[in-house]
């Protein structure tokens, strides 16, 4: 996922009050180590760098946060760290640049760091460690955010005693969340509707969808269908290095039975549109979907009368795992501060302020803590318990994507031959044999698998 998630005010105050607050060391700013930490412009950082003064407060360092906007900020990191500039001493990373930064010694490994510091690697959800942190049996840094999918739906039009009856009628068992990819395609099929035709009993005054897409030009297209693929025990790449183009293929056909369920503007759109879409009531459910923007999706209820979300995992219990990971620059100056950074805002105390702004947060100690499954906190932490099962399923899961040092490469080229099959431009073996020939070219050939 490689965009800005998440509109809201993030209350300041909170944070740092809480984390910031106590334990301050006497330092003169004259003798405060800097270190920068080039990361997201957006939510992410917004809500982090609040705690920023927190880790300051602790430690004789000042943090500059250098705000870059997602699209630029892969770009931006590897030119500095090609240049060796130490411009930044703590880099982020989607999940799929992790093993390029790492075989190329952008980053430095943490493994000796945390030798001591054991019980906060064992708190980062397993599964999500497994595909941000390791690499060849190092350990390379904190995921501070994830974005892990999942399933939205509304859960209001699911429990409607009219609509439960008509789809029994049609398809011949119960309107339920969805187990498997066909259930959610008769779902989508189900409740895509007219203007005028009834939904819950009541006349529609526009079109209604029965899924939203993220189908437009953007790389979140493959996140969306990553777990479909995963579903059917396929990678987007083998253990050879090679693309399977006959699982790519099936995969992009069950994408193109869904487009003509989505909305139009589904071809232009990433998660921000899926989200305004719902929250405009256009649409019914959501694909294999992010699951950070619950806080996002729960403000239907407010906006479309009647409405009251849902949030589960994804069919087949399979759906796309990432994170941001943050790492320390071979080139920087000051690592010891800059891992200590990383320890810091990947750690226990900050990760709970972050969720009570409602960030995701990466450990299960958060997830699973029960202030976090209240009534009350309800709108920013919902999705929480369906996170920890999400992990708890995926267990042991990893992905050749993310163990290739093309991996980066290969994820921002990959939307190219997707979005062109989405949009009708090619057939889905053509989009499966284009990202086979794509891949090739990047890699020079079967791609390297670093696990």
């Known amino acids: 996922m490689k965009q800005i998630l998440i509109a809201g005010a993030v209350a300041s105050t909170a944070l740092v009050a809480t984390v910031g607050a106590a334990s301050a060391q006497a330092c003169n700013d004259a003798d405060r180590v800097p270190i920068t930490w080039s990361t997201i412009a957006g939510f992410y950082t917004d809500a982090m760098a609040k705690l920023v003064s927190g880790f300051e407060a602790k430690n004789c360092v000042k943090v500059n946060v250098v705000n870059i906007d997602n699209s630029q900020l892969y770009n931006k990191q590897v030119i500095e760290m090609v240049g060796q500039t130490g411009a930044y001493d703590v880099v982020t990373l989607e999940t799929s640049e992790k093993a390029e930064f790492a075989e190329n010694g952008f980053i430095l490994p943490m493994t000796d760091y945390f030798a001591d510091k054991k019980a906060q690697l064992d708190d980062v959800a397993p599964t999500l460690a497994a595909l941000t942190t390791q690499y060849k049996g190092d350990v390379w840094g904190l995921p501070y955010y994830t974005y892990t999918a999942g399933y939205i739906y509304r859960a209001d039009l699911f429990d409607d005693p009219t609509e439960q009856a008509a789809f029994k009628a049609k398809y011949g068992y119960d309107l339920a969340v969805p187990t ?196 009350e906190s309800r709108a920013k932490t919902g999705h929480f318990a369906t996170l920890l099962k999400i992990f708890d399923d995926m267990k042991g899961f990893r992905s050749n994507l993310f163990d290739t040092p093309f991996g980066a490469k290969i994820y921002n080229t990959m939307q190219i031959p997707l979005q062109a099959a989405a949009a009708g431009q090619i057939t889905a073996r053509q989009a499966a044999e284009q990202l086979a020939s794509d891949v090739e070219k990047i890699c020079g050939g079967p791609c390297p698998i670093g696990k």
């Open 180 to 375: 498997t990819w066909a259930q959610h395609r008769d779902i989508a099929e189900f409740f895509t509707r007219k203007k005028g035709d009834k939904l819950k009993g009541e006349e529609l005054t526009k079109d209604f969808y029965g899924v939203g897409l993220m189908a437009g030009p953007f790389p979140e297209i493959q996140d969306e269908m990553s777990g479909v693929l995963w579903s059917q025990g396929a990678d987007w790449l083998t253990d050879d290095g090679k693309v399977p183009v006959d699982a790519v293929e099936k995969a992009m056909d069950d994408y193109l039975k869904l487009v003509k369920f989505a909305p139009p503007a589904a071809l232009t759109v990433t998660y921000d549109g899926v989200m305004n879409q719902m929250k405009d009531g256009q649409i019914a459910q959501t694909y294999s979907f992010f699951l950070d923007q619950w806080p996002n999706a729960v403000t239907t209820e407010q906006s479309v009368p009647g409405a009251r979300m849902g949030v589960a995992e994804a069919p087949e219990k399979k759906a796309y795992i990432g994170g941001f990971l943050l790492a320390v620059s071979a080139s920087s100056t000051h690592p010891k501060e800059a891992m200590d950074f990383v320890a810091y805002i990947g750690g226990h105390d900050a990760q709970m302020e972050f969720a009570k702004a409602g960030g995701t947060s990466t450990l299960m100690s958060v997830l699973s803590d029960p202030q976090f499954a209240t009534p």
